[in-house]
């Protein structure tokens, strides 16, 4: 008996084309057609070598492929099987909720290929991933836009002492607004946000609430190129060090230490200190035993 | 130039040995050693198929290993490559942080090998893994051990809306303690909390606590075997409902509903509804637009 055919959303992890799973390595390889969703997450090396090492075609789905005509990508998926690929793991960013819940009205069998993601691969910092609040996207701020909820959310762990995930904005394939204004279509290069862009946006929005939650003694560690390769670089430090620091190519993202780090997440994370004795010292009076 | 040995800790996934990553499966195939942790969570396969699979000997690494004797884990890891499998990602246990501070200790290179985990792949509920606050453990009670300090942190995530994971505790390799105290070492055969116990336990706090933080009528999820296969099971519904749900083989999570929990979640969720008019209903009620 044939196995029933059906939308797969493989997660391909997060540093190489071989972090994906075996399982996840053989649906690509039968499906009909293969898309890899590119809009919310970068994976560090580029579609012809995933093509290269798959041996099939690739689709990059853009942003509007997904949000506007998902139902190109699910066509006739009940009869061939349809590999939909994401950068670390199916269930980390909203848009493949969206893209199952599309399948499932149009009676379109589906299955998850679960992977890393940055939601535990930030375990490398030493951080524990038990005490973690919920999770917070920083936007590149623009002069007349600079949306500051996130500090509330940053505030509330704060206030459990919980540590927080800040995922870093990420602008591809955005159309240059003067171009547009004059009906032309031109997209901007790439923009990636660093750590050192993050920790400038949370210090300025510090000045304007001045609450404490993102003051410039508060202890940080950014991760570059998580996922546990040669390339990945981890830097700890007090949000001031750290919007000072060069952590090289992305993808970035900050973990923002909570009061309740324990003596054994110290002693981890602190093998990273930009400035050792600062960051010891810091830990020592302002987070052990706060918990 | 040959590369440097070193000790790597290789995640697994949950569900099969073909949750394995390629660059996983790589290194255990070269590697000198082999271990398996086997104490804070079980591969729904066994070690003999493991072991075909990669087509090399696995030693079972009990608690008692990893704890006291980490140091034959290590021995030799700077001239031979080890490879310690962990089940699910390396970062989702402490146990692992603690033999990566023992490698550090003894100028053993090492390198995690990330993969899925039961903290992303909760995401398959179709809760929102950015809305979730700490993580919980829930321990069997006795009957005069009855820890109840996870109440406190389900009610402070819940302060804030958020929504928590529960890890349901596993006993395996536990010795008889009536057999203990007659000098015989007999184990108890492996228990795992199910999703139902983990509710009745639930409740029983709540009669003592009161303050409604897992009421009768409170949603959650129960989650059974995670990671994506055929044999993944998720059951929707309230406290009261889930004491009496039965999920089969191990392993079991929970997942209670923050207030939080978007119409986008709820769609996804109430799917897997023990009684979808009554979950809805309590949903609209209680939880919508509550954020």
Chains 1, 2 share one sequence.
Not at 9 to 24: F, P, R, S
Request: glycine share 6%; charged share 25%.
């Amino acid at each position: 008996m044939k196995a029933a055919n059906m939308l797969y959303i493989v997660g391909l992890g997060l540093a190489d084309e071989k972090d994906v799973t075996v399982k996840g390595l053989e649906i690509i390889r039968k499906a009909s057609r293969i898309y890899l969703e590119a809009y919310t997450a970068i994976l560090p090396v580029d579609k012809e070598r995933l093509e290269a090492y798959y041996d099939r075609p690739i689709t990059i789905a853009d942003r509007e492929m997904v949000e506007s005509s998902s139902d190109t990508i699910l066509e006739n998926a009940d009869k061939e099987d349809v590999a939909f690929l994401v950068v670390g793991d199916p269930f980390s960013a909203t848009t493949h909720t969206d893209l199952l819940l599309r399948a499932r009205k149009l009676s379109i069998p589906t299955q998850s290929i679960p992977n890393a993601s940055i939601l535990t691969a930030v375990g490398a910092t030493g951080l524990s991933l038990y005490t973690f609040g919920q999770t917070v996207s920083i936007v590149f701020f623009t002069d007349d836009w600079r949306p500051s909820s996130f500090y509330d959310k940053i505030a509330e762990n704060a206030s459990l002492g919980l540590h927080t995930l800040l995922l870093l904005d990420i602008k591809v394939k955005e159309p240059n607004l003067q171009q547009l204004a004059r009906g032309k279509i031109v997209y901007e290069p790439p923009r990636y946000m660093t750590v050192a862009q993050c920790c400038i946006q949370l210090l300025e929005v510090e000045e304007e609430r001045k609450q404490g939650i993102c003051a410039a003694e508060k202890l940080a560690v950014g991760i570059a190129r998580a996922g546990g390769g040669e390339a990945q670089k981890i830097v700890a430090g007090t949000l001031e060090e750290l919007a000072k620091a060069d952590l090289g190519k992305p993808l970035h993202s900050v973990a923002l230490c909570g009061h309740r780090m324990h003596e054994m997440e110290w002693e981890f994370v602190r093998e990273y200190a930009v400035d050792q004795g600062k960051f010891d010292e810091i830990w020592k009076r302002e987070y052990a035993r706060k918990g």
